[in-house]
């Protein structure tokens, strides 16, 4: 025996307060119902403009050369490059120095003005240089020529030997001072345009004589002073590094 299941009336099922919500908000969207009606009608004559309008980018670029089915492949596989984790991972560190990358492209904008004031420097120090009678690119020639052939002819030991004598008292202001005061006197005694000339030969008489002359006192004197601090280096210094004793011959 079959049971018939008894259905609703339309009029009771009108009068339901649900049926009746639903068919507010059904008459609420209808104008928006019909404009996405009015919206899937057209969409067949839309979507025959979009094929229209590929097929003519893809004759131009057939036209031009251009593979747009490689390119899309190359697209693609780009693509799943860009989105393997470790890729992304690199992404997103990049993405983390983005501020930082700003504040660089910052300093570049700063770079010409920088490099423009170093011009203006560097141009009025040479200006400077060549007002003194300095030609600026022969000396730099000359030093680079030097530079070269020092480099060439002198080993690592006299270079160490160079740098010894250079922090040494040799080239102090005084020691610099007395070489200088000798080379004058020396030079003077050859051209022989000293004060007081000496004779070509002098016998014993003619240095006892010599040594009443204060000019020739101050010399002694300046020596025997030279001689004792001489010998209070020496005494300070260790014997190594003397110089070795000449052996006689037998």
């Known amino acids: 025996m ?9 009029a009771d099922r009108l009068n339901d307060q649900h049926t009746t919500e639903v068919l507010h908000r059904l008459l609420d969207h209808a104008e928006t119902l019909d404009q996405t009606l009015s919206a899937a ?9 979009a094929v229209d309008v590929f097929d003519a980018v893809s ?3 057939s036209q031009a050369g251009i593979d747009i089915e490689q390119r899309g492949t190359q697209l693609m596989q780009l693509l799943l490059q860009i989105t393997e984790p470790t890729n992304l991972e690199a992404l997103e560190r990049l993405v983390a120095r983005l501020p930082k990358l ?41 030093g680079l020529h030097a530079a070269l052939y020092l480099g ?6 006299e270079l160490d030997r160079i740098g010894y004598l250079l922090k040494s008292d040799v080239l102090s202001e ?24 000496v004779p070509n030969r002098v016998g014993v008489f003619g240095l006892l004589g010599a040594i009443r002359d204060p000019n020739t006192q101050r010399a ?27 052996p006689s011959n037998p």
């Open 2 to 10: 079959e049971t018939t299941v008894q259905r609703p009336s339309l």
């Open 41 to 49: 009608g057209e969409l067949p004559n839309l979507l025959a403009i």
């Open 59 to 61: 004759r131009n670029a």
């Open 102 to 142: 700003a504040e660089g492209s910052a300093l570049l904008d700063e770079l010409p003005n920088l490099i423009a004031t170093a011009v203006d420097v560097f141009d009025e120090w040479a200006t400077q240089v060549k007002a003194e009678g300095i030609d600026l690119e022969q000396s730099v020639r000359q």
């Open 152 to 157: 060439g002819h002198i080993r690592k030991e």
């Open 174 to 197: 005084h020691s610099v001072s007395t070489v200088g005061m000798a080379g004058s006197a020396l030079s003077s005694c050859h051209r022989g345009t000293c004060e007081h000339p």
């Open 220 to 246: 002694l004197s300046f020596g025997l002073q030279f001689a004792k601090c001489f010998g209070g280096v020496l005494e300070q210094q260790p014997t190594s590094d003397r110089c070795p004793p000449t």
